[in-house]
């Protein structure tokens, strides 16, 4: 039997895995770059900054005007 869902949801939720992912991927490439912690600290934290911008604009995109 097919499964018949919500398209939209489908996509929301699919969006916030792949920010998840992102999130995840990114802290996990920090941590492991040769780089000394507090040049670490401050990269991630710009990281963050920029993509917490992105999926904001992203989210003000996806919302119905």
């Known amino acids: 039997m097919a499964r018949k869902g919500n398209k939209q949801g489908d ?3 699919m969006l916030l895995g792949l920010v998840a992912g992102a999130i995840v991927g990114g802290a996990v490439g ?3 770059a040769p780089a000394n912690g507090e040049e ?3 990269r991630m934290a ?3 900054a920029n993509r917490a911008g992105d999926a904001q604009d ?3 995109e996806a919302l119905p005007s």
Do not use: H, P, Q, T
Request: no cysteine.
């Open 58 to 60: 992203k989210v003000k």
């Open 30 to 32: 920090l941590v492991y």
């Open 11 to 13: 996509n929301g939720i």
């Open 40 to 42: 670490n600290r401050k």
């Open 46 to 48: 710009e990281w963050a």
